[in-house]
């Protein structure tokens, strides 16, 4: 049995996150996302590669598991849905499914809107689509079908973003989607179970980079919004609605509290119909899906509740005066651009850059450009930039610590890569291999990757086995103080080191009966299979009649004797258990007596039929014994007188 | 696999009370507690006189039950008898199926041998313990007016119980006189506090492992916010434990009964049908009083459609499965629609005593319903263009309102819906929250949330007519025994009461002499459980081996046909433990691939059979046995 992973995107690339994982007969679509830097058909997932024959995808997916709703991820679900027609089930968390149609039809807007025919999908499919979707909660195990099993666990990266589990049979894997593994001002850290795991898929946007703490960045931000504003200027934060705005604004919220500044601070209101003051109604009801922190506070007011918050009238944008401004969209056109041409000749203003600005956008040119300076808009007018540009430091992706500190804390026995640039990759992979040694790969768009996974045979066990499984069985070791000494002369590690060792070493044996009518399976304890299959104990013995030199043997009694070979023994095997009762000797399954018998049949000395001072000893034993037996009796054999004398 | 019931409960608010032995492990399902029993006390008095005046004419026997023969002292509360019989260091997990079933726990937690693990979902654990919280708060007006309490107080003593109505007698004894036990000074605070440290919250179907062995898992019971059944998995076998279900409720989740398919071993809890079954005779005499308020004192609300329902239902039967499952989705509609009548003539009778000129008082302790009632009042209110205010008095009214609207994953569709295309969920608690939606029209919307009758707050915006929501639903704590004081004279007033409280005993210290009480009441019955029509097809949809009934519903199961099932099943007593075999003999065991791969075998021809000498590690990891590769030396 293999798991089969066929990487449609995000294959060495940052951009339309999706892989389809076929484990033990069930394939599962991880991830349906867009590209976001190109505009013909490489912006969605190869489809057709899913399934080579038929083009019916309902048929060739158990399921769709979304992440979280940022367009990487989501954004080409209506497309496969609604156009491509998927009719399956789609799993996401209770956050993503409320946030993503906003999302989505944003999305729509920007892209479709005034050229009808590149129209992929319209407001109504984005509806069809999410009627599609099975919203879960964190930690609920989902039944998707009979044998197959998911669960989502917190992500941090976004509100609602999650890691999934899924486990078909015996086998299991983790898609991690985007995830940060330290909290930040709104969401908490990635939290996961310790799982047995056949393989992870983790993100590695930030595979080589290490990051400090977040509270120095943070501190960093606001003194240069403070600078800002101190000195007159205005703040423009072009931002996507969800997410970094909730996160900034709490930050600003807070500072502004703290600070008691009243300089005012907008929400764009106008081009996309609100949809911050929209999301900010989501955050609100969704404030269990944030920090431990955030939820602390919620009782005495709702954190995302800004104080100094107020949505922006376009009137404003003339208005004298310092002030702080986020807009949509995040690589500054539409909104954020008229508001950006307005105030970027001024050098008292700031313009942050909040995030991954594509090629050719003027984010972009912003990212490079060097103020004071001339950049060229779109239409060809060029426009003077004095004002500063400020680009934020930190970001809700986990740096390649929190990679390996997921991966080792998982521990799987295979890790791929996806979500990343691959000179990083090739690097994280190697360490992932030479510090964890677990094997890794990155493999790119397209590649299909095998990989083994762990099977484990049903069987039936009886009562009397698992009882006997739990009997402790310990081993004492003793460790010589002195021997100690003379090996390690460190004082302090041998106080540490107790002289006597306990160690369990509990071991399970039985039988395991297979039937061959129907291959069930069963596991008994010897005891038992005698029941089970039905027929009589056929033991196989040993015997011997062991003659043993006994001067004066006539003149004594034969107890005398016994006490003899008994104490013997004892001093010879000081580790077993002898015991001796009724004229015989047994240690384990030896049992030996004495024979007088004038024909033993174990007798092998026929020829001296009855030898002065020689007595017979017959001895028998299982197979288990045999090297003991054999001790035994050479001990009894050589016998010495000082041994009588000492009687 | 041993059951013990301590406990069948009454009704919706004192859940039944079980021991459950599985494979070697003792739960507890519930640890509720009788707060119904509060009835025998007097609600705290307004001046200190009656207490003079209510000197005891001894050695009257069975005299008549007035006001002035209740108990007048401070209130102990009665938690589950059979409980006190245990000993509690051998509870290993404590499962708790609803916020009402947690109300006793501090009294088994705050006990110092105490070791068990307590689970309950994330909802159940926050609502039951702002219950709790809100209760020791009603509980502090008693405990300033008669000081601190004594060991033993005076209507403790024999021949003062003794000298007591019947009425009274029965309830304090038990219906058969059986003992006077299990009596409780509350809880304080402190208590609560400690008590919910030991709870481990869950999601709904969210999987947890006691001891590597037991797996446990709640799924939505659709009775209450957060309320479950619990899916409980060992090595041997599985099994489902069904508390009070609903298909289709106005807030909670719905029941979500598909995830309890296949269990071994169903424990069947539900006791409602048992209620319901005399509710219907109770209907049938009152049901052409619709015109309650013209010259009914009692009004009990019936809606002949639930028979007509009922009878649609029952001929729609078929054996098919699906059929069955689209026969119980059918039967929820009904259920929700019938519910959503229910809270609908709530409302309009409330505007008719508002408009003239009578105010409306719901002392409902059920969340769910006043959630949806609130939702449907201010509807109604704005629809009638009525500036009347609606007021919630509770020591955790904010508390409560500002959590049901976070927690949208815990709600039923169509609340998920308006959650997910609206950003909210319910518009109490709205008011405190949206500030930057100052467009929408709650704000129009005259919603208060007060912690207290007397909080200067409530003073100020205080005006009548005006709609107060508040506890208890007893009629002995909190601020509606103040407000029922106020109002029980005033024949324009309404009192909105739930079909399962005595009325008649729970008034009655509201009852001058001799002078009925003129405001008027309403008592209606909210669904709290599985119907038995229902329950029927539910088992068969559910194909269990095998189901432990209560013994009250024996004679209905023989009249209904259960015998020709194809589960076997047997029947519970209150106190009497009843065996449940396992339906596996053997546990089931996970060997590892490579293990299996390295034994030498041998085939027994005869016997058809192939064995083979195994020797490894048992692990026992998520209930699931496993026999890995030993590190032998």
């Known amino acids: 049995m293999a798991i089969e992973c066929l990487v449609l995107g995000a294959g060495q690339d940052v951009g339309k996150s999706c892989v389809i994982v076929k484990i033990n007969g069930k394939s599962i679509m991880f991830d349906c996302g867009i590209h976001t830097g190109y505009q013909d058909h490489r912006r969605y997932p190869d489809f057709s590669l899913i399934s080579a024959n038929s083009g019916d995808f309902t048929d060739s997916l158990s399921c769709i598991i979304i992440t979280h709703f940022h367009l990487d991820h989501i954004g080409a679900l209506p497309y496969f849905t609604q156009v491509c027609g998927y009719n399956g089930p789609i799993y996401m968390t209770y956050p993503t499914k409320a946030l993503a149609p906003i999302m989505l039809e944003d999305y729509r807007k920007l892209i479709f809107e005034g050229r009808e025919e590149e129209k992929q999908f319209s407001s109504e499919d984005i509806a069809e689509c999410m009627k599609k979707v099975t919203a879960v909660d964190l930690k609920q195990t989902i039944q998707v079908d009979k044998d197959l099993q998911i669960r989502a666990y917190y992500a941090g990266h976004v509100i609602g973003a999650a890691m999934f589990y899924a486990k078909v049979g015996d086998s299991a894997m983790v898609y991690t989607g985007d995830y940060n593994m330290t909290a930040d001002r709104h969401l908490g850290a990635a939290q996961i179970d310790r799982l047995q795991l056949d393989l992870v898929i983790t993100e590695s946007t930030y595979a080589t980079s290490y990051r400090d703490s977040k509270y120095v960045r943070e501190r960093e931000f606001l003194k240069v919004v403070h600078n800002c504003v101190a000195g007159g200027g205005k703040v423009l934060i072009p931002t996507f609605a969800l997410g970094r705005a909730q996160e900034l604004c709490m930050i600003l919220d807070d500072y502004w509290e703290k600070t008691n500044l009243k300089v005012p601070i907008y929400f764009s209101a106008d081009s996309f119909s609100g949809l911050t003051l929209q999301a900010n109604m989501y955050y609100k009801i969704l404030i269990n899906w944030t920090s431990q922190k955030v939820k602390d506070t919620y009782t005495t007011r709702n954190?995302?509740?800004?104080?100094?918050?107020?949505?922006?009238d376009r009137s404003l944008i003339h208005a004298p005066g310092p002030c702080v401004l986020f807009a949509t969209p995040a690589m500054i056109s539409g909104f954020s651009l008229d508001v950006f041409k307005l105030w970027a000749p001024d050098e008292r203003n700031l313009v942050t850059l909040t995030g991954y600005c594509g090629s050719g956008t003027i984010g972009r040119k912003l990212m490079v450009a060097k103020p004071p300076t001339r950049i060229t808009l779109d239409d060809n007018v060029q426009l003077d930039v004095r004002c500063q540009i400020y680009q934020l430091s930190f970001s809700p992706?986990?740096?390649?610590?929190?990679?390996?500190?997921?991966?080792?804390?998982?521990s799987p026995k295979h890790v791929i890569l996806v979500h990343g640039e691959k000179p990083k990759m090739v690097k994280l992979k190697e360490i992932i291999e030479s510090e964890l040694e677990i094997p890794c790969y990155h493999p790119a768009n397209h590649e299909t990757l095998h990989i083994p996974s762990t099977r484990r045979i049903e069987a039936s066990a009886s009562d009397a086995f698992l009882q006997s499984c739990l009997c402790p069985n310990f081993k004492f070791l003793k460790t010589d103080p002195r021997q100690d000494s003379e090996l390690d002369d460190d004082s302090n590690n041998k106080r540490k080191m107790p002289q006597l060792q306990v160690c369990e070493n509990r071991v399970a044996q039985g039988l395991l009966i297979t039937l061959q009518k129907n291959q069930s399976r069963k596991v008994v304890t010897e005891n038992e299979l005698i029941d089970t299959i039905g027929t009589e104990i056929h033991e196989e013995k040993f015997a011997y009649c062991c003659p043993i030199y006994f001067p004066n043997s006539e003149s004594r009694d034969i107890s005398s004797f016994h006490l003899i070979l008994f104490g013997k023994l004892s001093r010879e095997f000081p580790d077993l258990n002898i015991q001796d009762c009724e004229d015989v000797i047994r240690i384990q399954s030896f049992v030996g007596s004495f024979c007088s018998k004038a024909k033993c049949p174990y007798?092998?000395?026929?020829?001296?039929?009855?030898?002065l001072d020689t007595v017979h000893f017959c001895c028998a034993w299982s197979m288990g014994d045999e090297e003991l037996a054999w001790r035994v009796i050479s001990t009894m054999k050589n016998l010495k007188l000082s041994d009588r004398i000492e009687t | 696999m041993e059951f013990t019931c301590l406990s069948e409960g009454k009704g919706f608010y004192y859940p039944p009370c079980h021991i459950l032995d599985i494979s070697g492990f003792r739960i507890l399902l519930d640890c509720p507690m009788d707060l119904s029993s509060l009835l025998v006390f007097s609600p705290v008095p307004i001046d200190p006189n009656p207490i003079i005046s209510n000197e005891k004419t001894s050695l009257k026997i069975d005299k008549p039950l007035d006001a002035s023969s209740l108990i007048c002292a401070q209130p102990r509360y009665r938690t589950v008898k059979n409980l006190?019989?245990?000993?509690?260091?051998?509870?290993?997990v404590v499962l708790i199926s609803s916020p009402m079933g947690m109300m006793g726990l501090p009294f088994l937690t705050r006990n110092k041998d105490f070791s068990a693990k307590v689970y309950a979902t994330e909802v159940a654990a926050r609502i039951g313990q702002l219950m709790m919280e809100d209760l020791v708060a009603m509980h502090k007006e008693y405990r300033q007016f008669y000081g601190p309490e004594y060991d033993s107080p005076e209507w403790m003593k024999w021949d003062e119980l003794d000298s007591l109505p019947i009425e009274l007698k029965q309830i304090l004894f038990g219906a058969d006189g059986a003992g006077f036990a299990g009596w409780m000074p509350l809880y304080s605070a402190a208590d609560v506090k400690d008590c919910m440290l030991k709870v481990e919250s869950l999601k709904y179907a969210e999987e947890t492992c006691y001891n590597g062995t037991l797996m446990m898992s709640a799924f939505s019971s659709g009775l209450e916010i957060g309320s479950c059944n619990w899916k409980i998995t060992c090595p041997k076998g599985s099994v489902a434990y069904i508390s009070s279900s609903v298909f289709s409720p106005l807030t909670a989740m719905s029941f979500d009964y598909k995830s309890l398919q296949r269990s071994d071993v169903i424990l069947y809890s539900d006791f409602s049908s048992c209620n319901a079954a005399d509710n219907f005779e109770a209907d049938n005499n009152v049901s052409n009083s619709r015109c309650f308020y013209m010259s009914f004192d009692w009004f009990i609300m019936s809606s002949l459609l639930s028979f007509l329902f009922t009878f649609l239902f029952i001929s729609h039967y078929s054996d098919d499965d699906v059929n069955l499952e689209a026969s119980i989705k059918l039967g929820s509609v009904d259920e929700y629609t019938?519910?959503?009548?229910?809270?609908?003539?709530?409302?309009s009778s409330s505007i008719d005593f508002i408009k003239a000129g009578g105010s409306v008082l719901i002392p409902i302790g059920r969340h769910g319903i006043v959630l949806q009632l609130l939702e449907q009042l201010a509807v109604a209110l704005e629809n009638e263009n009525m500036k009347v205010p609606i007021f919630v008095v509770s020591s955790v009214a904010e508390e409560l309102t500002a959590y049901a609207n976070i927690i949208p994953e815990w709600l039923c569709e169509q609340l998920q819906d308006r959650a997910v295309r609206g950003g909210q969920t319910f518009k109490a608690g709205q008011t405190s929250m949206a500030k930057i939606g100052k467009n929408r029209q709650q704000i129009e919307l005259m919603m208060y949330l007060f912690p207290a009758i007397h909080s200067l707050k409530l003073l100020t915006n205080w005006q009548e007519p005006c709609i107060v929501f508040c506890p208890h639903w007893s009629f002995r704590l909190g601020p509606v025994t103040h407000l029922l004081r106020r109002w029980c004279g005033d024949p324009n007033s309404l009192l909105v009461i739930e079909k399962e409280v005595d009325a008649g005993l729970a008034l009655l210290p509201f009852k001058p002499m001799e002078i009925d009480m003129k405001m008027k009441v309403l008592q209606c019955p909210f669904l709290s459980g599985i119907t038995l029509q229902k329950s029927h097809q539910l088992l068969k949809l559910l194909q269990p081996k095998h189901v432990v009934f209560p013994e009250i519903l024996r004679q209905h199961n023989k009249n209904n046909g259960h015998s020709e099932t194809s589960f076997s099943f047997s029947y519970y007593k209150e106190?009497?433990?009843?065996?449940?075999?396992?339906?596996?003999?053997?546990?089931?065991?996970?060997?590892?691939?490579?293990?299996?791969?390295?034994?030498?075998?041998?085939?027994?021809?005869?016997?058809?059979?192939?064995?083979?000498r195994l020797r490894g590690e048992l692990v026992l990891e998520q209930g699931r046995q496993r026999l890995i590769l030993g590190n032998d030396e």
């Open chain 1, 397 to 410: 992706h986990t740096d390649a610590k929190g990679i390996m500190d997921l991966v080792k804390f998982l």
């Open chain 2, 84 to 92: 006190i019989l245990w000993d509690v260091s051998f509870i290993d």
């Open chain 1, 303 to 312: 954190p995302f509740d800004f104080k100094n918050v107020c949505s922006f």
């Open chain 2, 575 to 612: 106190n009497e433990k009843v065996h449940i075999p396992y339906t596996k003999k053997d546990s089931e065991l996970d060997i590892a691939e490579e293990l299996v791969n390295q034994l030498q075998s041998a085939t027994l021809t005869k016997q058809e059979m192939t064995i083979a």
């Open chain 1, 603 to 611: 007798r092998t000395d026929v020829s001296f039929q009855s030898v």
């Open chain 2, 338 to 347: 019938e519910e959503m009548e229910k809270l609908n003539f709530i409302c």
